[in-house]
């Protein structure tokens, strides 16, 4: 079956502006999880949606925002880009709520410049 | 303080030599996962530890779950340049939902 798919693959984006990236889950699977890594920081999580609902939040600033919708997608928003937002942006989806393995997709490079 | 400790950080071999890496970790897990990423793309998972001192076999790969539960190691055997790649532990709060990631082992085998 398919995997998991981000959308786009590369972006580039100017600093103060916003940017919006799209998650589609392996058929089935209801919770996408989403990711950000960088070489200084390595992989950090962002947050987690189940069922459309947010269940999980890392610790980045309010300017990272996301939602769910009914047929599992997923969009991440990040609004007033910064330079060290630059990264790879990583989604992952797994079954649910007794899952132990996520699954990712290839992400999103983003780079504000 | 890293939740998840990985060593080395890098590590570079020639093909068909063995090797270690390590996850460590003075926290208990009730499972644990490994996965390779390449650059530019999503980490894969390789295997699932769950039980304290199971072991894995995948090919030429062989995972260990410590007994305690805290840690980790995967070995390699007759290194290849397909095992090139940068090597990531990660574990969960329960659920697969919200994984917390090792500092991760850089892993580059030449001819």
């Known amino acids: 079956k398919a995997g998991v798919t981000q959308t786009p693959r590369y972006l580039i984006k100017t600093r103060g502006q916003q940017v919006t990236l799209s998650c589609s889950p392996i058929s089935g699977h209801r919770s996408v999880s989403w990711y950000q890594q960088t070489p200084g920081q390595g992989l950090q999580f962002l947050f987690e949606y189940f069922s459309e609902t947010q269940r999980n939040k890392g610790n980045f600033p309010g300017r990272f925002s996301g939602r769910q919708f009914s047929n599992s997608r997923s969009e991440m928003n990040v609004s007033t880009l910064e330079l060290g937002d630059s990264a790879l942006y990583l989604c992952?989806?797994?079954?649910?709520?007794?899952?132990?393995?996520?699954?990712f997709g290839q992400g999103t490079r983003l780079t504000v410049v | 303080t890293q939740l998840l400790e990985q060593s080395p950080q890098f590590l570079s071999i020639q093909e068909g030599e063995n090797l270690t890496v390590y996850c460590n970790s003075s926290s208990v897990f009730s499972s644990l996962q490994w996965y390779r990423q390449e650059p530019g793309e999503g980490p894969v998972l390789l295997v699932t530890v769950v039980t304290g001192g199971e072991v894995k076999k995948l090919k030429r790969l062989t995972f260990q779950f410590g007994d305690a539960r805290k840690d980790s190691s995967l070995h390699i055997t007759a290194a290849q340049t397909g095992d090139t790649g940068l090597y990531l532990c990660a574990v969960g709060t329960g659920t697969a939902s919200k994984l917390t990631f090792g500092t991760g082992t850089r892993l580059q085998v030449m001819l």
């Open positions: 992952a989806s797994s079954l649910g709520l007794v899952s132990i393995e996520a699954f």
